[in-house]
């Protein structure tokens, strides 16, 4: 069964810095295309960023947003997806959930199995 | 960026009745499109990807129709527990990017 599971999630100043974490399992990390997603409180979702798989040599893609602030990252033998948010901002507030994408039939990676989400408020 | 219209934001609607949510994309999208169901508190759940193509385990009463930027989704006799927000969203390029959500409330 396919689980991932985020924690790290929890209340940080503006500026400052926080680490998410999402340990899976049920299948092998480092074939897979990871993302993060985010939702702010009563709004809808968006996107933050992926990390390819090991046979894409873990490239990465960053919403403009989160850009140049966030960093996504994965230790595959920990089966551990990480999201590194420096210089948080207020609007970073939101639950962020962890996500596998599944390749399609003509190679474009959808969302398929997301983590249950967690609560990174950005507040003074 | 391409951005993702759905419509309507809302609607009301009776158990038994049946409901097409639309999504239109500013560019075309070669049908990399998903439909989600987000419940209260809950991570969202795929129900449709590549525009048309029902996610395993999801009850045919949901379908996914479009090409180009048009897209739908349909859920025909509506239960109880279909109540919830729906977002499609797009994978055809980054960023990769969300329809603003359409909930779906009792009348």
């Known amino acids: 069964e396919v689980q991932l599971v985020e924690s790290g999630g929890g209340l940080v100043q503006p500026g400052g810095s926080l680490r998410l974490s999402c340990v899976v399992s049920?299948?092998?990390?480092?074939?897979?295309?990871m993302d993060w997603v985010r939702q702010a409180p009563g709004k809808g979702l968006e996107w933050v960023g992926r990390t390819r798989n090991k046979a894409r040599s873990y490239t990465t893609e960053y919403d403009a947003s989160v850009k140049g602030r966030f960093i996504i990252s994965r230790d595959d033998s920990k089966n551990t997806l990480y999201l590194q948010m420096n210089s948080l901002k207020t609007e970073d507030t939101a639950v962020y959930f962890c996500?596998?994408?599944?390749?399609?039939?003509?190679?474009?990676?959808?969302?398929?199995?997301w983590g249950q989400g967690t609560l990174v408020t950005v507040s003074s | 960026d391409i951005q993702m219209t759905q419509s309507p934001s809302s609607l009301s609607a009776s158990v038994g009745d049946r409901v097409t949510i639309t999504c239109r994309a500013s560019?075309?999208?070669?049908?990399?499109l998903v439909w989600f169901q987000q419940k209260p508190g809950k991570a969202p759940k795929s129900l449709i990807y590549?525009?048309?193509s029902l996610q395993s385990g999801v009850p045919s009463k949901f379908s996914g129709s479009g090409s180009g930027t048009e897209f739908s989704l349909t859920i025909t006799s509506l239960q109880p527990e279909d109540f919830a927000t729906y977002y499609c969203h797009q994978y055809h390029s980054y960023p990769l990017t969300f329809g603003g959500g359409t909930k779906v409330e009792i009348k």
């Open positions: 996500v596998r994408a599944e390749r399609g039939v003509r190679n474009n990676y959808y969302f398929e199995y």
């Open positions: 049920g299948f092998t990390l480092s074939d897979y295309y």
């Open positions: 590549d525009a048309s």
């Open positions: 560019q075309a999208i070669n049908n990399y």
